[in-house]
């Protein structure tokens, strides 16, 4: 025994009762580990991304249980480790995340276990393709029955596991579980296939509406001729022990981070959230009541995910918890409508944090849009991504307006002219230089070119291997994710961790081997005699894994701005160009029009859809109602930003007590780009259409959030307490001059 006794002397209770022991975790997070790996592996973040920015995460409570549910998953792993990283350097929070079990073998499943992940089997990553074919044989009066010709469903199928369709013209396949097998032409499903799609794939018949109801109810079967579907199978997936491990950690006080879409993809709208995330939440709060969890919405916003320097805004949504009345129900055998209720509350809140269009051509319109509705300065990355999502709010519920389709035509007409032109939208300006002006900046332009290119052309060339594998291998890595996916539409979300994964691999490989050459050139002739003879080689080697990744670093950050000045000389050239200036001249001018077309529809919809639309304007109006342009440090956003129609309108009372005094348009007015008020450095964005602005009085950012300058009396106040400053402080400066006030001598 322990306690060195025998057994028959000890007492009956201990034995009766013994002492508890702490459950072990199954997927243990150790801090160490944690702090190490996202210390090591988040220079890959800075490297790959030009700007990676945080908003809201003064929201993200700093203790307790919470369950961060973030989407779009657009990224693949990079996703996880931003959101790690983000969170631990905002909010000082670890989380775990939950990551497919397919992907925990070599490095990634390596990096999974220092970070306490939970792996989970998915079964869209176990469906096979099965055999024979499949149809409803009586769509409209037993939609639940399947029967298969050629099919073996009593071998390949089992009991609650799924049944996928293929994916058509982009759309995702559809998938439903196995509730009964019948034999081994005839199962049985839990609920019926919904939508069009997946029941023209049933039936073959044409007489379907959106909703998949038929419009010809005489006809009872399928179209005659038709044999069936291609389909394919999955085994039931226990996630017992995946729910355990969440409900542990959660319990705990702990951090859980899932991705509720359910896998990557490249869409520019949220796929249908699964039921896990609600399940986990509900859960949770089963076995616990009163631990306290917190849902925090992650909006992951990337401009171009995929390519390399690309930006981010990784957007916290304010804290919301479950109902009880919901917890309520899922304990008591009601657990659909519990489910279905979290999963909407979860929808509405990545709602508010993320932007999402139908289709890119949409999105591209609503950037083209925004772009053309910001005449003024420019806007911090943030306020970019909120003013997108504003106008994607827009859109979807004015989409049948005539203004809205005729405003939408007119941007795509735009758009198309200058990827023609092959120019951007901030170039567009440079038709007003006058010739001289164009002349001397495309000059300056070009010899900063020459001289960046010194830093450029060694790293370029040293490192030009890497660049060409990683693109190589992420195209073909993209094209096998999108053979195997239902849901992508390039695969592009995978390129990103490819384009990482092989740089880390290579480059390693490639230092090596050139510091190896270095070292033995100094062994053979000592560089050709111009390294000393005392110099030995073994330091060479060392030596080029310093200036080798120096000279890789310099090229790196030499070629970005480069890149900028490049891409900024043709349209110069078109302005200079006789036949191409008349073309971007009246491209000018269609600009001008058609900004004001944006303008004014945005002025007639955006009461309608915002009661304090004036007060809580993100961009000063460029035009009055006289025509005449206003200045850009006009209205902006106020203290309290407004609840889109479709965002969920959630009570701010859980977030901490720190916050609730924090306005919900966390821009914290123009104050906070002063230095000594900023949280953060500056943006150190070029963007032209998004790169940082908010100068002091600068449109979008008030300072309403930080004093009362919104009413005259709090500006008179405001303006009295200066002045009375500024006299007490030339006081003491007088003082320690030997001056008084009545012997102040004149300048």
């Known amino acids: 025994m322990a306690d060195g006794k025998p057994a028959e002397e000890a007492p009956s209770s201990a034995v009766a009762e013994p002492k508890p022991h702490k ?14 790996f996202l210390h090591t592996f988040s220079v890959l973040v800075d490297l790959f991304f030009r700007e990676v920015h945080p908003r809201g995460a003064w929201r993200v409570p700093r203790t307790g249980p919470i369950l961060f549910v973030a989407a779009p998953h657009a990224n693949q792993f990079v996703d996880g480790l931003v959101l790690q990283r983000t969170l631990k350097n905002e909010a000082n929070r670890r989380v775990g995340l939950l990551i497919a079990e397919k992907s925990v073998h070599g490095f990634i499943g390596w990096g999974s276990r220092q970070t306490g992940s939970v792996p989970v089997g998915r079964a869209q990553d176990k469906a096979k393709p099965a055999s024979g074919l499949i149809y409803l044989p009586d769509p409209i009066n037993d939609p639940t029955l399947i029967r298969g010709v050629g099919t073996n469903f009593e071998k390949e199928a089992e009991v609650g596991g799924m049944i996928f369709l293929p994916s058509v013209k982009g759309q995702s396949g559809s998938s439903v579980d196995i509730s009964k097998i019948l034999g081994p032409e005839e199962i049985r499903i839990k609920r019926p296939f919904k939508g069009k799609v997946p029941v023209q794939q049933l039936t073959g018949r044409d007489d379907i509406d959106e909703k998949g109801s038929f419009t010809n109810k005489e006809l009872k079967g399928i179209k005659d001729g038709y044999e069936g579907t291609k389909f394919k199978l999955a085994p039931h997936i226990d996630q017992t022990e995946v729910y355990k491990a ?3 950690r959660l319990r705990s006080g702990g951090c859980i981070g899932i991705f509720p879409e359910g896998g990557s993809h490249d869409r520019t709208e949220l796929l249908p959230l699964k039921a896990g995330v609600a399940i986990m939440a ?8 009163d631990c306290g969890l917190q849902i925090v919405p992650v909006g992951m916003n990337y401009f171009h995910a995929h390519k390399f320097r690309s930006r981010a805004v ?4 304010a804290p919301f ?6 917890v309520e129900k899922y304990k008591n055998n009601e657990r659909r409508d519990a489910i279905g209720q979290t999963l909407d509350m979860v929808h509405q809140a990545l709602s508010a944090v993320t932007v999402s269009s139908p289709d890119y051509d949409t999105l591209m319109c609503i950037q083209g849009a ?18 997108n999502r504003r106008l994607a709010i827009g859109f979807s519920k004015y989409k049948d307006d005539p203004r809205i389709i005729d405003l939408m035509n007119n941007v795509k007409e735009y758009n198309k002219q200058l990827r023609y032109l092959n120019i951007r939208d901030h170039q567009v300006a440079y038709a007003r230089m006058t010739l001289p002006v164009v002349i001397f900046t495309l000059l300056y332009r070009v010899a900063k070119l020459i001289v960046l290119s010194i830093g450029v052309i060694p790293g370029l060339f040293l490192f030009a291997p890497v660049f060409a594998a990683s693109k190589i291998i992420s195209h073909k890595k993209a094209k096998e994710a999108l053979a195997g996916s239902s849901v992508k539409i390039q695969g592009r979300d995978v390129m990103a961790t490819w384009k990482l994964l092989v740089a880390m691999a290579f480059a390693p490989v490639l230092y090596n081997l050139y510091s190896m050459i270095l070292a033995i050139k100094v062994y053979q002739d000592h560089l050709w005699g111009y390294v000393p003879d005392w110099v030995p080689f073994w330091l060479m080697f060392v030596g080029g894994w310093i200036v080798f990744p120096a000279i890789t670093f310099a090229a790196l950050r030499f070629g970005e701005v480069g890149m900028d000045i490049f891409k900024s000389l043709r349209p110069l050239v078109l302005c200079i160009s006789p036949t191409s200036s008349y073309s971007i001249h009246k491209l000018r001018e269609r600009r001008a029009e058609l900004s004001e077309k944006v303008v004014k529809v945005i002025n007639d919809l955006g009461p309608d859809m915002y009661e304090d639309f004036e007060q809580t304007r993100l961009v000063a109006d460029p035009f009055r109602a006289d025509g005449v342009r206003e200045s850009s440090g006009g209205a902006s956003s106020r203290a309290g930003e407004p609840t889109p129609p479709d965002s969920p309108h959630l009570s701010r009372k859980n977030t901490t007590r720190s916050s609730q005094a924090i306005p919900r348009n966390e821009s914290f007015s123009n104050i906070g780009a002063i230095g000594m008020f900023a949280t953060r450095p500056p943006s150190r964005s070029r963007s032209r259409s998004s790169s940082s602005g908010g100068g002091f009085g600068s449109a979008g950012f008030p300072v309403s959030g930080f004093t009362a300058l919104d009413t005259n009396e709090g500006f008179n106040e405001a303006s009295s307490k200066i002045r009375a400053a500024m006299r007490q402080r030339g006081e003491l400066r007088r003082r320690k001059s030997g001056l008084s006030s009545d012997g102040e001598e004149g300048d």
């Open 314 to 317: 990784v957007e916290f949504g």
């Open 282 to 289: 509900l859960g949770t709060l089963a076995e616990d009541p």
């Open 370 to 387: 925004r772009r053309l509705y910001n005449t003024g300065k420019k806007l911090p990355l943030p306020m970019v991504v909120e003013l």
């Open 246 to 248: 969440v409900f542990h």
């Open 23 to 36: 459950e072990k975790e199954l997927y243990p997070m150790s801090d160490w580990k944690y702090d190490a």
């Open 321 to 326: 918890q479950i109902p009880n009345e919901l």
